[in-house]
């Protein structure tokens, strides 16, 4: 989150960009939107295909309500407003993959409109605001909204590479025709490549948490595309704006962004013009190209799908759809800090997949004492994950050798006083020594217990006793700090296998 900050805070102080986002989600439905033909990934080309997706003539599309289903849940996830009646529409176009000849999509009723994302206000955006205003306090949040969310069903795929004479040609895939998305259109109201990245990275989430799409970047199931234009600040009125396509993660996303604004304030800064276009983002170069300009840019003649009726999602309908809406990120982050006492940092962590917060939840709830597993997982996991160069953001904490059972097993046992804290963090220095779970660990090392034996621990306390006469007269003479001294020595000898509870109330009666 530090890209650029610093220049950017300098350009930002006299221009303005807006940036707005168009993504692209696939939903996770076993068949395609209008047919059944099949929507699995990775199909030998061309084999999920039918008269229908393939656009012959005569054959008609039906609508699955599942893909209604998922849209309408995404959407509620977005705080968006349902439409009762959205319409479809034909987006017409020529592209070799796609053999109607059109696209049907939905657009003047769209499915939902008005929802919006909190994000964290950016460093930058916060620092220009505090510049300008000289407020004191930064700004923590922002909220970007949501213009709508509307279903479509996806275009096939042109192959350059990978089959017999792919130097010449250009083969067609038409598996992905037909297969449902949802376009969801913010406001032009990120200001910075930091925001749109946090936007990204938000919504992604929660599309994530409402489990209607595995948002795999890789696979083409999250697609984004952005609008930036650049304005003097102040200016009301917007200035003209470039989109850039095709950039496949966004990391590459904000990369493009701090290019495309630099570019443009240097266009506008040397008396030139912005034309309106459309970029293609070179990560390797990390530059962007003018792909096609506005002269070039299609007018789509849309129209309402005469082969479709209008669709309603009645008030009962919606009423199922939000039933089936989960417990979302933000709201179970601030749970978690709630419930469970974790820091911010650590319940965002947390809970950045549903699949690991369920994980932890369920560990804490199941262990004798919940907040111990957190506290765990901040100060003994966390830390080493960290120290193993894990970036700890995204999936790092999955992969974690201790599973988040392995934690609450482990809290059990401090809990009980079956093993002491120094024995509980060699354990899991062993655990990420050997990849192993904790229970694997604890098994393997004949479960270790600390040791209650009380005349062991004595004879133990008289040695260091009799050792360290100069710290004794110390203690004796009022210096009752020196008890820790005492304790530390007794834990050494005792290699860290003593209760270091009892030995300090042995120590105490002792040293009296
Ligand atoms: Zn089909």
Redesign the pocket.
């Known amino acids: 989150m530090s890209t650029s900050a610093d220049t950017s805070v300098a350009i930002h102080t006299t221009y303005e960009p807006v940036i707005g986002l168009e993504v692209h989600v696939q939903l996770l439905t076993a068949s ?1 939107i209008f ?1 059944s ?1 099949s929507t699995r990934f990775g199909a030998p080309p061309n084999t999920n ?2 008269p ?2 393939l656009g012959m003539p005569g054959a008609l599309p039906v609508l699955n309500r599942k893909a209604v289903e998922f849209a309408t849940r995404a959407a509620m996830a977005l705080n968006c407003r349902i439409n009762e009646t959205s319409i479809f529409a034909r987006k017409n176009y020529f592209y070799p993959d796609l053999p109607k000849g059109y696209q049907i999509s939905q657009y003047d009723k769209p499915l939902a409109e008005h929802g919006y994302i909190e994000v964290p206000a950016s460093k930058t955006e916060a620092r220009i605001e505090k510049l300008r205003t000289e407020n004191r306090e930064l700004r923590t949040g922002k909220r970007i909204g949501i213009t709508r969310v509307h279903l479509e069903e996806d275009a096939g795929k042109s192959l350059h590479e990978g089959f017999p004479g792919s130097d010449e040609k250009t083969a067609i895939d038409l598996n992905r025709t ?1 297969v449902p998305l949802i376009e969801i259109v913010s406001e032009p109201d990120i200001a910075t490549p930091d925001e749109a990245y946090e936007y990204l990275t938000r919504l992604k989430e929660i599309i994530l948490y409402t489990g209607v799409s595995d948002c795999n970047m890789e696979e083409g199931s999250l697609r984004c595309d952005a609008n930036v234009s650049v304005r003097p600040r102040g200016q009301k009125e917007l200035g003209t704006k470039a989109e850039i396509k095709n950039v496949n993660s966004f990391r590459f996303i904000r990369e493009a962004l701090v290019y495309e604004i630099a570019r443009q304030i240097e266009v506008i800064d040397g008396g030139g013009k912005i034309v309106q276009e459309t970029r293609l983002y070179n990560s390797h170069e990390g530059k962007t190209y003018s792909m096609r300009s506005k002269e070039q840019a299609h007018d789509y003649r849309y129209f309402h799908e005469p082969d479709l009726l209008p669709l309603v999602v009645d008030e009962k309908w919606k009423a199922e759809i939000a039933k089936t809406l989960p417990e979302l990120p933000e709201a179970r982050r601030a749970r978690f800090v709630h419930e469970f006492g974790v820091t911010e940092y650590d319940a965002q962590v947390l809970t950045v997949s549903k699949a690991l917060a369920d994980q932890f939840e369920a560990a804490a709830k199941a262990a004798k004492n919940p907040k111990r597993v957190a506290n765990l997982v901040q100060s003994e996991l966390m830390g080493r994950l960290k120290a193993r160069g894990s970036e700890i953001r995204g999936a790092e904490i999955e992969h974690s050798p201790i599973s988040m059972t392995g934690v609450a097993a482990s809290a059990d046992l401090v809990e009980s006083g079956a093993i002491s804290g120094k024995m509980l963090k060699d354990l899991y220095d062993l655990c990420f020594e050997r990849n192993q779970d904790f229970p694997e660990v604890y098994d393997e090392e004949g479960r270790p217990q600390q040791s209650s034996d009380t005349s062991a621990l004595e004879k133990i306390i008289d040695e260091i006793v009799a050792a360290n006469p100069k710290q004794l007269e110390q203690y004796r003479a009022g210096k009752k700090t020196m008890i820790g001294f005492f304790v530390g020595q007794v834990m050494k000898a005792s290699k860290g296998q003593a209760n270091p509870q009892l030995v300090n109330e042995l120590l105490t009666r002792k040293l009296d």
């Open positions: 395609k047919c033909c295909v039918c229908v997706c037909g």
